[in-house]
């Protein structure tokens, strides 16, 4: 079966951690995005990659890090600068590297980060 | 800039009724416009995408939305609401050449009455 994976689905951090929150998915697309999720808001991109060893910042992208080492995995770091973490946070793929704008974006189950 | 705005954070319709969902948007390039549904605690899942072919585009679980350039909308509609229809709908736009620069609304909450 073909699809995306977050783990882990609930998190817990200490104020003053670095966390690191996986994403891979199996569907050999080029392109892959993190979200940030809060009550009440749409989505804000955080970061996106269209290919391996490259990505660049979305709309919040201050307190975050990512690596793009390989084309199935999209790591995202939350790190201690990032002041107001808890969220819902959601990673998707779509397919094309230069993809036209009809291209669908398929997303993962989510993984919820709360700082205690 | 492209931009999208649900009207209505909270809908709810009885069991059986018309389903209605708002959605306008900005966009100043033809827009490529997505109905995505959220169940709790989970992903998005794609119901429908307008892509310049029919105005009227068919998608999922009975949803279909209209493309209307002269309303700047893309209402969701679905003509029987069904309990397990109670999610919450995200629309978005396209903005851009890329797929990355997809701009969602803030959602809408359906909740269905028995």
């Known amino acids: 079966d073909g699809g995306i994976t977050q783990s882990p689905k609930y998190l817990f951090r200490k104020e003053g951690q670095n966390v690191t929150l996986s994403c891979e998915q199996n569907?050999?697309?080029?392109?892959m995005y993190w979200y940030r999720q809060d009550p009440g808001q749409g989505l804000r991109l955080i970061y996106y990659?269209?290919?391996?060893?490259?990505?660049q910042k979305g709309d919040i992208a201050e307190g975050y890090s990512v690596s793009r080492e390989k084309k199935e995995s999209f790591p995202l770091t939350v790190t201690s600068a990032q002041k107001n973490p808890t969220a819902f946070y959601l990673c998707a793929s779509s397919k094309a590297r230069d993809s036209v704008v009809t291209d669908t974006q398929y997303f993962g189950p989510g993984t919820r980060l709360t700082v205690l | 800039a492209q931009s999208v705005t649900q009207l209505g954070s909270h809908v709810s319709v009885s069991e059986g009724a018309l389903v209605l969902l708002r959605c306008n948007y900005s966009s100043s390039v033809p827009p490529y416009l997505f109905w995505y549904v959220q169940y709790p605690n989970q992903g998005l899942q794609l119901l429908l995408k307008?892509?310049?072919?029919?105005?009227l585009v068919k998608g999922i679980n009975g949803f279909e939305a209209e493309f209307k350039k002269s309303e700047t909308s893309f209402h969701l509609t679905k003509p029987s609401a069904h309990m397990s229809d109670a999610a919450e709908y995200f629309c978005a736009v396209s903005a851009g050449s890329s797929a990355s620069k997809i701009i969602f609304g803030s959602g809408t909450r359906l909740s269905i009455r028995p």
């Open positions: 569907l050999n697309h080029d392109a």
């Open positions: 307008y892509t310049s072919a029919a105005t």
């Open positions: 990659s269209q290919i391996v060893n490259d990505f």
